[in-house]
């Protein structure tokens, strides 16, 4: 192969990168023979230093043949990185061998070195003892070395020590495993990750954990060699995705043993025999013994370890299932016949090991989120702030010194910038999987948390919960795992008792998907320039008979083999066929697109090259985007910040930004009322005492809220999602004399003596409240009374000085609860909630007799109920079944630009939430959240498809959700992961439009159309383009497939194709005045009834079209209170429309009108309501998925501050009844 013609190009590490072979020199062995001669022995064993007899390094060709490659590779090359080069003599010919004549000097000759590798210490590693000469044989051995860089980049090598001569080194069995993962990230495992659970126990195991966690300086130590490596790999596999940040170097030899006088964090590895020499010399190290599992410490900090434990109740769940494992396959085979096949066995002990592998992996896994799971609950993602403070607050005081140390490691910052960057890796997928039901509803709701009645039983119900701890929650969207105070353990867990997690601690039973392996082609000697381009040809022509034999739906093996193809092109030289295999990683899995390397190869490229690129649109545009955006990539902001309390005074601005980052709430326009309301009769800034004891007065309400003890007599009575919120002192009522309690659903009086429960009221029924005075001693105490629908005598409670707030607060949440259930949307009663808690954190901030006024600021449904009432016209009230807000957790609302509905299904290996059916919607810049259509939870938080204005969605398949985005891109989702790893970038302009072809069996072609007029047909398997064609003129928004033709909506005309691209018909509205256009805005197809329905720019009228005569002009139908129409959505046999009300442009109306008799073709079209609804003005598309929602809900697209609404199908048919 040609070495670097190119200074641009220069491949990633290969298979291969060094061959070196070491030993002892010629002349030391020469002179102990001579030693051994004279003393007259027949050997003599001694130890010699080692050195590099001889390098080789890929391509394993001479100069020559690299430079008679290079004339025929073009500018192909690759620029080897020279961290050292070595001049090395050629070895002298001895004198019995050598040729007659005068000596000749030695001629250097130059050896380029991978960097990393370091032919200085390479020799020390090889032989960490030393050369030993034996007078005996020895075995053949290996061991294993890790060389890390500056930058933290590891190369790996293999040790193959003989004790006799080597001739030849065998390379003709190697394979590339090529493993589904679900995390391109991860590391590919060739490790028996169960070794350490062999050496240690699982006490121990966890103790090494801690020490790994926490950074520690450490030392393992063994006899073996090889074990060094192969433990301390597996250790670092158990972390994963976490990693290991300091120095990492598993072998010592006796000349590096000062290295673990390193003063900073390290994990190293020495020869046993040196254990007492590190233990006696070194301090504060922690030094583990794998042969005798053991964990010790160097002299001088044995007295004061400060080593702590890993949280009790997920070390205890770790221990009980690394019990539960089968880790000796002589017992899980003890069962089964011997055979007689060697392959047949290495193939059952590699299963065997992949499974155990896959299960130890799930187990550490499952610790780690059992561990660190609710750190995502006080992160602010906007500012990138984590607010350590709090959390720590809410872990056991068992567990504090552990999480201290772990807090402010380097490790876990690594981990924290990956969360909030919102990677989708293992632990995230798992965090996902493992989610409970009750964590999804909070994820929804804005209001603080505070443990459900639920979550209180199941605290009393635990032996673990004997005694509650003051807890204090930092972000509204906790999950509130409640932790026992825990008697001080010991630093060992050997002890520890199991018994009481044994019922959900078996480990799962996990089957791990069959790694695919790809045996490379076979490599022949000698490594000629011509052996070594027919090997490199050989190598593509069976990757690409390995992708023909390929299944079509299994994209993410077709990727590996795309990326493996494109490198072994880039060493042909043949640039343009690299960049198209990489450009197809686009459509199978993007994550492991190379974009460094496509950029260098693109940079490198000669002129005839460039014109082979021109050729081809798609690649351009990759090529386009790679220079356009070359440091996109490294502008990812990874910075994390801990929350602090200001020290400067703050304006709007600032304080918004301070209040989100706490976590206290994130909504704008609520933090504007609170500014509001700190800064009444005062300058419109706050000073840092202010924003502090507001702050501080903001936790302690949450910490009285945890500490609330609800005896089960009380808890019997309040539904199991309901909190306890607020508690009043001490007061006396009509009912008696005891605390009022409010949760978001009711009030109730939790007596005193023997705790009892006496309700009050539910907010649904409260009818009055007042703020009135009871003289009582010549005193006049404040007094609320609630007057309720269901009883005749009105509470009363002498509130005293606690009045003013009390009456605001049920005003409010009485306000919500009407909102809420007029409006279908339980979102109101969390704002209510939400403002509540302020106005009680402002009265407590501000002390002051304007305490109540400001607080007041925050009334803002008592205020809309009273100034201006949030009525809804009679039919939307009766029609309106649920509203949601996507929007929830943003700090501004943002506009739904498209839903879509997709039905459930469950398919046996799949999981149970995949059944579910589920709503998309999708917001501004490429947002989308997923909900459970059957309980409207958030299925999955927003995660972003580009960053641009989404058009249009469509359910393709069962698996996948297709995305039209402004951007030009198609993004596919699969609906499992929630993950979006392909893009199809064969359209120039904004996607408008995609439809599935209709069919009884599963879709197989999607059609695609841009505003340009570009209309694409995709084979949903390949993802290929099947057929393609180019309207006469652009503007194309919309296209329906019916009777063979695609219909196509391009602005001032419907066209009718054929499938071959060619005209069939075109639809116009003919006008009486020339110089009017008409700009269609929807239209629809009506198969049964033979119709299409359409709506034009700035027409109250709807024009309907026979599709026996296309030719005939369409009737026209007048609608009333109407401007134009902007949306048209078919439901069965019927029409709905979105129009817009020509006195209040603000508004539109829904309405839904039967097709006209087809007996009667006059008819206009029955309207099926009796008043058309009135709502908020509406943009956006909607669309329902493939068999729905029939007999489900019409989904309708809200805009701005407004939020999806469902409508059911009974207002149709009560109306036709009607």
């Not at 809410?394 to 504090?400: E, K, L, Q, W």
């Not at 500014?675 to 419109?684: I, M, P, R, S, Y």
């Amino acid at each position: 192969m040609a070495e670097a013609a190119s200074p641009h190009l220069s491949l990633p590490s290969g298979l291969l990168e060094l061959c070196a072979l070491l030993g002892a020199p010629r002349d030391s062995l020469r002179s102990l023979e001579q030693v051994a001669y004279k003393k007259g022995v027949k050997h003599l064993s001694a130890l010699l230093d080692p050195e590099v007899l001889s390098i080789f390094v890929p391509p394993f060709i001479s100069k020559e043949d690299s430079q008679m490659a290079g004339a025929n590779c073009g500018t192909l090359g690759k620029t080897r990185m020279r961290s050292l080069r070595k001049k090395r003599e050629k070895p002298r010919p001895e004198q019995w061998k050598g040729l007659p004549g005068p000596p000749r000097a030695p001629e250097p000759e130059d050896v380029a070195v991978p960097g990393g590798v370091d032919l200085l210490t390479l020799p020390q590693l090889c032989f960490p003892g030393g050369v030993c000469v034996a007078t005996e044989p020895k075995e053949d051995c290996v061991h294993f070395l890790v060389l890390t860089d500056v930058c933290g980049n590891r190369t790996y090598g293999v040790v193959a020590q003989y004790y006799r001569p080597l001739h030849v080194f065998n390379m003709k069995s190697l394979q590339i495993v090529l493993p589904a993962r679900a995390d391109p990230e991860s590391p590919i495992l060739d490790l028996d990750l169960h070794l350490p659970l062999l050496c240690f126990r699982p006490e121990k195991v966890l103790q090494i954990l801690t020490c790994i966690l926490t950074e520690q300086r450490i030392v393992f130590f063994s006899s073996d060699w090889a074990l060094l490596t192969l433990v301390t790999e597996c250790f670092m596999a158990y972390l994963y995705p976490l990693q290991w940040q300091h120095p990492f170097v598993p072998i010592l030899s006796d000349q590096m043993l000062d290295f673990v006088m390193a003063p900073t964090s390290f994990l190293m590895g020495c020869h046993l025999d040196h254990f007492e020499e590190v233990s006696k010399e070194a301090d504060g190290l922690v030094l583990i013994n794998i042969d005798h599992g053991s964990i010790t410490y160097s002299k001088s900090t044995d007295d004061n370890v400060d080593i702590p434990d890993v949280p009790l109740l997920a070390a205890q769940t770790f221990i009980q299932r690394v019990q539960s494992l089968q880790l000796h396959h002589e017992l899980h085979a003890a069962h089964l016949l011997s055979s007689t096949d060697l392959k047949e066995g290495r193939a059952h002990r590699r299963s065997w090991q992949q499974k155990l592998n896959c299960q130890i992996q799930q187990t550490t896994l499952q610790l780690l989120v059992s561990i660190f799971r609710d750190v995502k609950n006080h992160l602010n993602y906007e500012h990138r702030v984590f607010n350590s403070e709090e959390f720590l607050k809410t872990r056991a005081p068992g567990d504090h010194q552990f999480y201290k140390q772990v807090l402010d490691t380097y490790m876990f910052h690594s981990f924290l910038k990956a969360r909030l960057n919102r990677r989708m890796d293992a632990f995230a997928q798992m965090d996902l999987d493992t989610q409970s039901e009750e964590d999804r509803i909070n994820g929804m709701l804005l209001s603080p948390r505070r443990p459900t009645v639920e979550k209180r039983a199941s605290r009393k119900s635990s032996h673990l919960h004997v005694t509650h701890r003051r807890m204090v929650v930092s972000m509204p969207n906790l999950q509130d795992i409640a932790m026992p105070e825990l008697a001080p353990r010991n630093s060992s867990l050997r002890l520890t008792d199991t018994a009481g997690c044994r019922g959900s601690s078996a480990v799962l039973n996990v089957t791990p998907k069959s790694p695919y392996t790809f045996k490379i082609p076979e490599i022949h000697f000698p490594l000629e320039s011509k052996c070594v381009q027919a090997y490199h040809a050989h190598f593509v022509s069976m990757l690409s008979e390995a992708m023909c034999f390929l299944a079509p739906d299994n994209s993410l093996l077709l990727a590996r083999y795309l990326y493996l193809r494109g490198l072994v092109y880039l060493m042909q030289g043949q640039l343009l066929n690299a960049l198209l295999d990489f450009q197809n990683l686009y459509k199978t899995d993007i994550r492991i697109f190379p974009t460094d390397l496509v950029k260098r190869t693109v940079e490198s490229m000669s002129a005839p090259e460039w014109e082979g690129a021109e050729q081809a649109p798609e690649l351009m545009r990759l090529i386009s985007e790679i220079l356009d955006k070359p440091h996109e990539a490294s502008k990812l902001d990874d910075h994390v910040k801990k929350f602090k309390l200001p020290k400067k005074h703050m304006q709007l601005g600032d304080f918004m930004k301070r209040v989100q980052e706490s976590g206290i709430v994130k909504d704008a326009s609520i933090i504007h009322r609170l500014f509001e309301a700190l800064t009444v009769g005062q300058e419109k800034q706050i000073d840092p005492e202010t924003f502090k004891d507001f702050y501080n007065c903001w936790k302690e309400t949450e910490a009285e809220a945890q500490e609330v003890s609800l005896p089960w007599l009380v808890m019997e009575h309040l539904d199991k999602n309901e909190c306890v919120c607020k508690l009043s002192s001490s007061v006396k009522t009509n009912l008696g004399v005891g605390k009022i309690a409010m949760t978001q659903k009711r009030l109730f009086l939790l007596t005193e003596g023997r705790p009892g429960y006496l309700e009050i009221s539910t907010f649904r029924n409260i009818e009055e409240v007042r703020r009135t005075t009871t003289t009582f001693l010549l005193r006049r105490i404040p007094t609320l009374k609630i007057r309720v629908a269901s009883k005749k005598e009105v509470f009363e409670a002498n509130l005293k000085t606690e009045c003013d707030l009390w009456h605001l607060m049920v005003k409010e949440m009485w306000a919500g609860k009407k909102l809420a259930d007029d409006h279908k949307d339980p979102h109101y009663v969390q704002q209510a909630l939400t403002n509540v808690l302020l106005m009680d954190a402002v009265v407590g901030t501000l002390q002051s007799p304007g305490a109540i006024y400001a607080a007041s600021k925050l009334s803002y449904f008592d205020k809309m109920s009273n100034e201006m009432p949030m009525t809804l016209p009679e039919t939307t009230l009766e029609t309106l079944k649920h509203k949601i807000n996507p929007s929830a957790g943003e700090a501004f609302p943002q506009a739904v630009d498209v839903l879509l509905y997709t039905p459930g299904h469950l398919d046996p290996a799949e999981k149970v939430e995949d059944a579910h059916p589920k709503l998309w919607c999708a917001l501004s810049e490429g947002k989308v959240t997923v909900f459970n259509a059957s309980s409207w939870t958030i299925h999955q938080h927003s995660f972003k498809v580009g960053t641009a204005k989404v058009n249009c969605m469509v359910m393709a398949d069962q698996n996948q959700v297709w995305v039209g985005s402004e951007d030009s891109v198609i993004y596919i989702i699969n609906v499992h992961s929630m993950s979006c790893n392909k893009q199809l970038t064969a359209h120039c302009s904004s996607v408008t439009d995609l439809i599935v072809q209709d069919g009884q069996e599963a879709p197989s072609n999607v059609y695609s159309c841009s505003m340009d007029g570009m209309v694409l047909v995709w084979n949903v398997s390949t993802l290929q383009v099947t057929s393609r064609f180019q309207l006469p003129r652009g503007g194309l928004t919309s296209i329906r497939l019916h009777g063979g033709r695609l219909w196509c909506c391009t602005g001032n005309s419907i066209m009718v194709m054929k499938m071959n691209g060619s005209l069939h018909q075109e639809l116009k509205i003919e006008e009486n005045f020339k110089d009017t256009s008409t700009s269609f805005l929807a239209f629809q197809l009506l198969p049964e009834e033979e119709q299409l329905w359409a709506a034009c720019a700035g027409r109250s009228e709807v024009y309907i079209w026979s599709l026996k005569d296309l030719a005939q002009p369409p009737q026209r139908v007048p609608l009333e209170d109407c401007s134009e129409i902007n949306c048209m959505i078919r439901v069965k046999k019927q029409v709905g429309w979105r129009a817009r009300h020509p006195q209040h442009p603000r508004q539109v109306s829904l309405a839904l009108a039967a097709s006209p008799c087809s007996r009667e073709p006059a008819a206009r079209p029955r309207a099926l309501l009796p008043s058309p609804l009135r709502v908020p003005l509406l943009t956006g598309t909607c669309r329902v998925g493939a068999n729905g929602p029939t007999g489900h809900h019409v989904l309708v697209s809200w805009c701005g501050p407004s939020t999806p609404q469902r409508i059911p199908p009974n207002w149709m048919a009560s109306n036709d009844r009607t």
